[in-house]
């Protein structure tokens, strides 16, 4: 069993819809956890930073942490085409938030229809 | 640009050859990383850079694998002996060590590897 799971999807919604992203993990010395966006043939660039559990907002994302389900989620409100990509989830257990050792997600690809 | 470059985007090879990528960490940051990431799977932890100093390297880099950065700029990984399991899209990416606990990592596009 992986350390952390995602959903592989293809996920496919409509302009403006909300659209929900989940992980889940099983090593409970996690505790940075991140959500990274990947359009294709380019690397990964980072969207949400969280510490611990609890909510993180930014503009039309929003990320959050329940540590004590191990499950964490990224929603993304009144989505947009140009949100279409490939969404991994990312965490470590480093005591300094250190990307060091980043164990990620296998990735959620998700299209966002006109 | 003054993001993370990685040169070449695209490589063939042959099971059996050498190959070398280079990448080219933001200028300022101190740390460099390698990920290697296959199709539908999340970046994997290779090796990781401090400066010039090799200071960590996953299991997943047995000893046909080989990383420098030797001025604390640049970096280049090597594959010797290629095997068509290596075939992957491999990843650089670098960071700035700071006080701040959350160090944001900014990753290139990344070399794509076929070995045929």
């Known amino acids: 069993q992986k350390e952390v799971e995602q959903d592989p999807g293809p996920l496919s919604v409509p302009e403006g819809a909300i659209v929900s992203l989940n992980c889940t993990y099983s090593n409970s010395a996690f505790q940075y956890f991140m959500w990274y966006r990947q359009y294709s043939r380019k690397g990964p660039e980072l969207l949400m930073y969280t510490y611990s559990s609890g909510n993180k907002e930014d503009g039309r994302f929003t990320a959050q942490v329940d540590k004590s389900s191990k499950y964490i989620s990224l929603f993304i409100r009144d989505s947009q085409p140009s949100d279409s990509a490939t969404y991994l989830c990312a965490m470590t257990g480093e005591s300094s938030g250190s990307a060091r050792q980043l164990t990620f997600g296998s990735g959620t690809q998700l299209t966002v229809l006109p | 640009d003054t993001g993370v470059s990685q040169d070449p985007r695209h490589k063939i090879t042959k099971r059996g050859q050498n190959v070398t990528f280079r990448c080219d960490p933001i200028s300022e940051h101190n740390r460099l990383y390698w990920y290697r990431q296959t199709l539908g799977q999340g970046p994997e932890f290779l090796t990781y850079?401090?400066?010039?100093?090799?200071?960590?390297k996953s299991r997943l880099l047995s000893d046909r694998f080989s990383a420098e950065r030797p001025k604390g700029s640049f970096s280049t990984l090597e594959i010797q002996r290629t095997e068509q399991g290596d075939s992957a899209m491999y990843l650089c990416a670098s960071s700035l060590q700071g006080a701040r606990t959350n160090e944001k990592l900014f990753f290139g596009s990344g070399t794509q590897l076929s070995v045929l």
């Open positions: 850079f401090q400066n010039e100093a090799q200071l960590e």
